[in-house]
């Protein structure tokens, strides 16, 4: 019976076989002559972009190099020549890896490749994968391996709008397909399996992934014995050139449909091959007026500014994106002088260090988890803290760390406010370990910074913003703090429809509340004081209520702004680049300027745009409700305090000592006397009659008997310094702190190998 069952199974499949293979019929050639344009709207409704240009050039297998034949076939199908058009084996096998979770895969010939590209739609259904099986069966029989080979070749898929190799070569490389090497012809192999993510010019983080392919296909070209291992040693991956595009994406619409596609295909709203069959119209949530005031704010600010005759000039890169901190929407974003002369977008490109302006995410932190110092003080923006440059944080257990401040500045003991405003690394290092490096990092990824981005570890240097977020990134998680700590995950679109007819339904979105109201409300509180006193006082041209923080990536590749009002969250980005081999170049001379700060060019971006942005809207005052005792503004310096704490929070009492003024029993720290000196005020049994004014100290007298000093170049100014852009002058009559010092703080810089 056994035996019996078997032979009318076999006989069964035999029979369904013969059966299949009789009815499904080789069908005509699925061309692109009918592939749509997708059309792209602004929120308005008008017109900002049609794609669905086909570029693609066939040509004979004898036209492409024979290196490159052997890298597709490395890269796809080794056996090519020698096996079936199918492989039921491999078939079984990928359908058990997807199927047990250890991802999805084709487990496709070459032959079935072609005909799913040449003769069938790319829908991954049973059905089509039936007519697969029995057409490449049938296909391998009427015509010959080279025959498909060259289909395959002509038919495939590399990205950049390149259908086949001729084009991809064209693309990349600006050669022919015979002329490709075995380099180039491997990174074009490699393409095939993830054109979109491989290139290397529109996502940058993602090189390290597409080298690995490019290895695994030199690799295999050498195991198949079609490459030497002395020329397979001595290969370095070839850069391929930026995207040359039609005019029709020129401007910003190329960065913006690259961006808007990837938003449809990474929130799985339409897959990458519907939208290269084309047929959607798209409204995306920018507006016109401010993408236009956008541009013309980098150009003022900024591009107009560069000369052809300044090496470093050649290097200048921008970024910038504006989201609606109410609704999450993404109404203006800019990703760079011209798309069809700089491919890669800055608006979304992961690759930067975000510096300084990551800062904002600690103290969120900090309130949201209640911390408190290596003493147990609570931390708030009047919480003193040590900010001696190269200090060794305390309470790490991972080792040695001290930070660099940016000139190697010391500031001894200095309020959180302060610290910020002058966006001090010292102190931020060590709240990043007062609070806990994955607390933070946590923070950071609940208020919109992706948790896979580069380098963001639960180090006390995660404070320095070593991470390399986007700009799109930080705007989402800056618009976070601005609706008082509720994040709304960003959206670039409004509606979307098939066919004019079938609307395509959209992911529904949801608010969490990310950290604390007081917790985002109090960050708010800080940033203000960076625009009023701080590295960012270029801001204030907007001629609104503002809050934000400065930026610098590690030897200066890279200098931010990123900030907001009640109504608009907004991030600029100045980067480094070589425009011929991508690498990351210091921006030292840049604008004919010693260095180029986060309260320069992109602070002063920053202030244009959302000025003309918010042009005819009423100004609205930030809305906060502050952690307790944050209203009072402490004394931006203490003369004496215990190393890595610092200090008493709102007014209250530590010890014996008091930082806002109050009377206690053994003196009085600022405004009274101590250790023999007086830094301001009348003391009188306690008591105090001196005042301070956005970081000015008018000079008393004391009737204590009591010695004075004078110290030039402080860090908060005084009653006859300034503060502009960050740089601090002056002179405090009768401070404590011994010694004379003379000298300027600029910005938000970083020293040498650190990120400030």
């Given at each position: 019976?056994?035996l019996?069952t078997f032979?009318?199974?076999?006989l069964?499949?035999i029979?369904?076989f013969?059966?299949?293979?009789?009815?499904?019929?080789i069908p005509a050639a699925?061309?692109f002559?009918?592939?749509q344009?997708n059309?792209?709207?602004?929120?308005d409704g008008?017109?900002l972009?049609?794609?669905?240009?086909v570029?693609?050039e066939?040509?004979?297998?004898?036209?492409v190099?024979?290196d490159?034949?052997?890298?597709?076939?490395?890269a796809e199908?080794?056996?090519?020549y020698?096996?079936s058009?199918?492989?039921?084996?491999?078939?079984?096998?990928a359908?058990?890896?997807t199927?047990?979770g250890?991802g999805?895969?084709?487990g496709?010939?070459?032959?079935?490749?072609?005909?799913?590209?040449?003769?069938?739609?790319?829908?991954?259904?049973v059905?089509?994968?039936?007519?697969?099986?029995f057409?490449?069966?049938?296909?391998?029989?009427?015509?010959?391996?080279?025959?498909?080979?060259?289909g395959?070749l002509?038919?495939?898929?590399?990205?950049r709008?390149?259908?086949?190799i001729?084009a991809?070569?064209?693309a990349y490389?600006?050669?022919?397909?015979v002329?490709?090497?075995?380099?180039?012809?491997?990174y074009?192999?490699a393409?095939?399996?993830a054109?979109?993510e491989?290139?290397?010019?529109?996502?940058?983080?993602?090189k390290?992934?597409?080298?690995?392919?490019?290895?695994?296909?030199?690799?295999?070209?050498?195991?198949?014995?079609?490459?030497?291992?002395s020329?397979r040693?001595?290969?370095?991956?070839?850069?391929p050139k930026?995207q040359?595009v039609?005019?029709?994406m020129?401007?910003q619409?190329?960065y913006?449909?690259n961006?808007?596609?990837?938003?449809?295909?990474?929130n799985?709203?339409?897959?990458s091959?519907?939208l290269?069959?084309?047929?959607?119209r798209?409204?995306?949530?920018?507006?016109?007026?401010?993408?236009?005031?956008?541009?013309?704010?980098?150009?003022?600010?900024?591009?107009?500014?560069l000369?052809?005759?300044n090496k470093?000039d050649?290097?200048?890169r921008?970024?910038g994106?504006s989201?609606?901190?109410?609704?999450?929407?993404?109404v203006?974003?800019?990703g760079g002088?011209?798309y069809v002369?700089q491919?890669?977008?800055g608006a979304?490109?992961g690759?930067?260090?975000?510096g300084s302006?990551?800062?904002?995410?600690?103290?969120?932190?900090?309130v949201?988890?209640?911390?408190?110092?290596?003493?147990?003080?609570t931390?708030?923006?009047?919480?003193?803290?040590?900010?001696?440059?190269?200090r060794?944080?305390q309470?790490?257990?991972?080792?040695?760390?001290?930070?660099?401040?940016e000139?190697?500045?010391?500031?001894?003991?200095?309020?959180?406010?302060?610290?910020?405003?002058?966006?001090?690394?010292?102190?931020?290092?060590?709240?990043?370990?007062?609070?806990g490096?994955s607390?933070?990092?946590?923070?950071a990824?609940d208020?919109g910074?992706?948790?896979?981005?580069?380098d963001l570890?639960?180090?006390p240097?995660?404070?320095l913003?070593t991470?390399t977020?986007?700009?799109?990134d930080?705007a989402?998680?800056?618009?976070?703090?601005?609706?008082h700590?509720?994040h709304?995950?960003?959206t670039?679109v409004d509606?979307?429809?098939?066919?004019?007819t079938e609307?395509?339904?959209l992911?529904?979105?949801?608010t969490?509340q990310?950290?604390?109201r007081?917790?985002?409300?109090?960050?708010?509180?800080?940033?203000?004081?960076?625009?009023?006193?701080?590295?960012a006082?270029?801001?204030?041209?907007?001629?609104?209520p503002?809050a934000?923080k400065t930026?610098?990536a590690?030897?200066?590749?890279?200098a931010?702004?990123?900030?907001?009002?009640?109504?608009l969250?907004?991030?600029?980005s100045?980067?480094?680049?070589?425009?011929?081999?991508?690498?990351?170049k210091?921006?030292?001379?840049?604008?004919?300027?010693?260095r180029?700060?986060?309260?320069?060019a992109?602070?002063?971006?920053?202030?244009?745009?959302?000025?003309?942005?918010l042009?005819?809207?009423?100004?609205?005052d930030?809305?906060?409700?502050?952690q307790a005792g944050?209203?009072?503004?402490a004394?931006p310096?203490?003369?004496?305090?215990?190393?890595?704490t610092?200090?008493?929070?709102?007014?209250?009492?530590?010890g014996?000592?008091?930082?806002?003024?109050?009377t206690?029993d053994?003196?009085?720290d600022n405004?009274?006397?101590t250790?023999?000196?007086t830094t301001a005020g009348?003391?009188?049994?306690?008591?105090?009659?001196?005042?301070?004014?956005?970081?000015?100290?008018?000079?008393?007298?004391?009737?204590?008997?009591t010695?004075?000093g004078?110290?030039s170049?402080t860090?908060?100014?005084?009653?006859?310094?300034?503060?502009?852009?960050?740089?601090?002058?002056?002179?405090?009559a009768?401070?404590?702190?011994?010694?004379?010092?003379?000298?300027t703080?600029a910005?938000?810089?970083?020293?040498f190998g650190?990120?400030?």
């Open positions: 019976m056994v019996g032979v009318l199974g076999v069964l499949l029979g369904l013969f059966l299949g293979y009789s009815m499904v019929k699925n061309t002559a009918t592939k344009s059309v792209y709207l602004y929120a008008s017109q972009a049609r794609d669905g240009e570029n693609r066939n040509v004979d297998l004898s036209q190099s024979v490159a034949q052997h890298a597709v076939l490395a199908d080794r056996d090519f020698t096996e058009a199918v492989d039921p084996k491999a078939m079984l096998r359908a058990w890896n199927a047990t250890k999805t895969q084709s496709s010939t070459i032959t079935q490749q072609y005909v799913k590209n040449y003769y069938l739609a790319q829908e991954q259904t059905t089509r994968k039936v007519k697969e099986f057409i490449s069966i049938k296909l391998d029989r009427s015509e010959s391996k080279d025959q498909i080979l060259e395959y002509n038919t495939s898929y590399f990205g709008n390149a259908y086949g001729q991809a070569a064209q490389y600006g050669m022919d397909a002329d490709l090497d075995p380099a180039r012809a491997a074009l192999a393409l095939v399996n054109p979109s491989y290139d290397v010019v529109a996502h940058p983080e993602n390290a992934s597409a080298v690995a392919r490019w290895n695994y296909v030199l690799d295999g070209m050498v195991k198949k014995g079609w490459l030497s291992e020329k040693a001595a290969m370095k991956f070839p850069m930026e040359t039609s005019t029709g020129s401007g619409r190329g913006i449909v961006a808007v596609n990837d938003y449809l295909i990474k799985k709203i339409v897959d091959d519907a290269e069959a084309g047929g959607y798209i409204t995306t949530t920018l507006q016109k007026s401010r993408q236009n005031a956008f541009v013309k704010a980098v150009d003022d600010k900024l591009m107009s500014k000369s052809k005759n470093v050649n290097y200048v921008a970024g994106a989201v609606d901190p109410k609704t999450g929407k993404v203006a974003m800019y002088i011209d002369k491919y890669t977008n979304t490109r690759d930067f260090q975000v302006t990551f800062k904002p995410f600690v103290f969120a932190s900090a949201d988890n209640g911390s408190t110092t290596q003493s147990g003080q931390i708030t923006p009047n919480t003193y803290y040590d900010g001696t440059n190269k060794t944080v309470g790490w257990s991972g080792g040695a760390y001290a930070p660099e401040n000139d190697e500045k010391s500031y001894g003991q200095i309020t959180v406010r302060k610290a910020t405003d002058l966006s001090v690394n010292s102190v931020y290092a060590q709240m990043a370990v007062d609070v490096p607390k933070v990092k946590q923070t990824v208020l910074i992706p948790a896979d981005t580069k570890q639960p180090y240097s995660i404070a913003g991470a977020a986007s700009v799109l930080m989402e998680a800056y618009a976070t703090l601005a609706n700590g509720k709304g995950t960003y670039m509606k979307i429809t098939k066919d004019g609307e395509i339904k992911p529904e979105s949801k969490t990310a950290v604390s007081q917790a985002a409300d109090t960050t708010t509180s800080i940033l203000q004081s960076v625009v009023d006193n701080g590295t006082t270029a801001a204030q041209a907007a001629g609104r503002a934000g930026g610098t590690e030897e200066d590749t890279a931010w702004f990123a900030g907001y009002t009640p109504d969250s907004t991030v600029v100045v980067m480094g680049q070589d425009p011929v081999t991508a690498a990351h210091s921006l030292y001379g840049a604008l004919g300027l010693e180029i700060n986060g309260g320069g992109p602070t002063e971006i920053w202030a244009q745009y959302t000025k003309d942005a042009k005819g809207t009423t100004a609205s930030f809305d906060l409700d502050l944050a209203e009072t503004v004394p310096t203490q003369n004496t305090a215990t190393p890595g610092g200090g008493q929070d709102n007014g209250g009492t530590t014996e000592n008091q930082d806002n003024g109050g206690t053994g003196g009085q405004g009274g006397t250790d023999g000196s009348t003391t009188d049994g306690g008591t105090t009659d001196g005042s301070t004014t956005d970081g000015s100290t008018t000079a008393g007298t004391t009737t204590s008997g010695d004075s004078t110290t170049g860090d908060s100014g005084t009653s006859t310094g300034t503060t502009t852009d960050g740089t601090s002058t002056g002179t405090t009768g401070t404590g702190d011994a010694g004379t010092t003379t000298g703080t910005g938000d810089g970083g020293g650190f990120v400030q």
